[in-house]
Antibody
Framework: QLQLQESGSGLVKPSQTLSLICAVS??????????WSWIRQPPGKGLEWIGY???????YYNPSLKSRVTISVDMSKNQFSLKLSSVTAADTAVYYCARTGGTAGPLQYWYFDLWGRGSLVTVSS | QSVLTQPPSVSGAPGQRVTISCTGS?????????VHWYQQLPGTAPKLLIF???YRPSGVPDRFSGSKSGTSASLAIAGLQAEDEADYYCQSFDSGLSVYVFGAGTKVTVL
């Protein structure tokens, strides 16, 4: 059974870069034609989609975060990663990685069918 | 402020039926894009509950059902159980913002 697990720095200083990795186990990240997303949830608040990377390596980012976000994939390690630069306290959140399903159809119809447990990242000096 | 509007909370007694609305606009639900629903139990990650407006992933009880009409969608929970206490989020795509959007979430309380 496919599983996703986030890991990375739990505390980041303001203006620095947040880095997280999502390790995929129980299946290959390159099979099935899926894309792989990052989604975040500030404490006590709702969900915000950050971006995805397709199995081909192409990416699509939330326009509100695009200037600060980089998502990449390492097929050899079966994992994908998130970097968010110039962080502020507003970036404090639980960060989830998720598999994006429905990719046989147009991207506007995609959804998030498998989630990791989440990783809390706090931005503080 | 979320692009998709959900009621902050709904409640019901065990066995009752509750519905959660998700209201959008012509740039998202009204544009014909699918609505998907997620259940987030306390302290856990969201879980896909309904995709493509009304389809249940394997393992989701048929007590949960989804529908969509015009610029709105609904999630219904029939035969409410204590284990259904959770936050529920709707999700779609917004062509004006070019982003996947979520509702602010609805907390379901079993009385």
């Amino acid at each position: 059974q496919l599983q996703l697990q986030e890991s990375g720095s739990g505390l980041v200083k303001p203006s620095q870069t947040l880095s997280l990795i999502c390790a995929v186990s129980g299946g290959s990240i390159s099979s099935g034609g899926y894309s792989w997303s990052w989604i975040r949830q500030p404490p006590g608040k709702g969900l915000e989609w950050i971006g995805y990377i397709y199995h081909s390596g192409s990416t699509y980012y939330n326009p509100s975060l695009k200037s600060r976000v980089t998502i990449s994939v390492d097929m050899s390690k079966n994992q994908f990663s998130l970097k968010l630069s110039s962080v502020t306290a507003a970036d404090t959140a639980v960060y989830y990685c998720a598999r994006t399903g429905g990719t046989a159809g147009p991207l506007q119809y995609w959804y998030f069918d498998l989630w990791g447990r989440g990783s809390l990242v706090t931005v503080s000096s | 402020q979320s692009v998709l509007t959900q009621p902050p909370s709904v409640s019901g007694a065990p066995g009752q039926r509750v519905t959660i609305s998700c209201t959008g606009s012509r740039s998202n639900i009204g544009a014909g894009y699918d609505v998907h629903w997620y259940q987030q139990l306390p302290g856990t990650a969201p879980k896909l509950l309904i995709f493509g407006n009304s389809y249940r992933p394997s393992g989701v009880p048929d007590r949960f059902s989804g529908s969509k009409s015009g610029t709105s969608a609904s999630l219904a929970i029939a035969g409410l159980q204590a284990e259904d206490e959770a936050d529920y989020y709707c999700q779609s795509f917004d062509s004006g913002l070019s982003v996947y959007v979520f509702g602010a979430g609805t907390k379901v309380t079993v009385l």
